[in-house]
T-cell receptor, first 113, second 109 residues
Framework: DSGVTQTPKHLITATGQRVTLRCSPRSGDLSVYWYQQSLDQGLQFLIQ???????AKGNILERFSAQQFPDLHSELNLSSLELGDSALYFCASSVGTEDYEQYFGPGTRLTVT | GNSVTQMEGPVTLSEEAFLTINCTYTATGYPSLFWYVQYPGEGLQLLLK?????DKGSNKGFEATYRKETTSFHLEKGSVQVSDSAVYFC????????FGAGTTVTVRA
């Protein structure tokens, strides 16, 4: 158990819908990262937050957004969902912003039908 | 940009066989290097890491050495078990993790 929690574990929704994925980092970690794992793209970095502020952006679509709240939990919002958004979404956390070990949650499997 | 290339799988081995998974990287500077493992139906677990050239990371019988001259971080285990069946990812950390494509390893009894 990494100490990072993600909810829900599974999510099935229809195209065009909007969903919210939730992540709670390990106690004491200030950075939260979101990654997408799909068969065709592999593991891709989406976005990072550090202590409530956006720190870095990767290959995140404009339809996707995230935020980190004062209690340090984070939410990833996916809207206007397409079939190609079906993937595993992982959250990771670390103590700091650079060159720190990242600990991964169990992931949320999103299926868009 | 920074990137990681790891050997294509799948790899199938018998128990007690020697495992090597090749990983090379392209990076500006000297980022930390990691191996993560993903067991079926689970998230990624940090297996080992190395933060500078010539560092050797080790854990659970797995080892990898950060080789600056060959820009490599190959994963090795001398005697695999059925429980080592998983997907292994090489990664480098330049504020975010950049992952290789993953190598699926299956160990047969």
């Amino acid at each position: 158990d990494s100490g990072v929690t993600q909810t829900p574990k599974h999510l099935i929704t229809a195209t065009g819908q909007r969903v919210t994925l939730r992540c709670s980092p390990r106690s004491g970690d200030l950075s939260v990262y979101w990654y997408q794992q799909s068969l065709d793209q592999g593991l891709q970095f989406l976005i990072q937050y550090y202590n409530g502020e956006e720190r870095a952006k990767g290959n995140i679509l404009e339809r996707f957004s995230a935020q980190q709240f004062p209690d340090l939990h984070s939410e990833l919002n996916l809207s206007s969902l397409e079939l190609g958004d079906s993937a595993l979404y992982f959250c990771a956390s670390s103590v700091g912003t650079e060159d720190y070990e990242q600990y991964f949650g169990p992931g949320t499997r999103l299926t868009v039908t | 940009g920074n990137s990681v290339t790891q050997m294509e799988g799948p790899v199938t081995l018998s128990e007690e066989a020697f495992l090597t998974i090749n990983c090379t990287y392209t990076a500006t500077g000297y980022p930390s290097l990691f191996w993560y493992v993903q067991y079926p139906g689970e998230g990624l677990q940090l297996l080992l890491k190395a933060t500078k050239a010539d560092d050797k990371g080790s854990n659970k019988g797995f080892e990898a050495t950060y080789r600056k001259e060959t820009t490599s971080f190959h994963l090795e285990k001398g005697s695999v078990q059925v429980s080592d069946s998983a997907v292994y990812f090489c990664a480098l950390n330049d504020y975010k993790l950049s992952f290789g494509a993953g190598t699926t390893v299956t160990v047969r009894a």
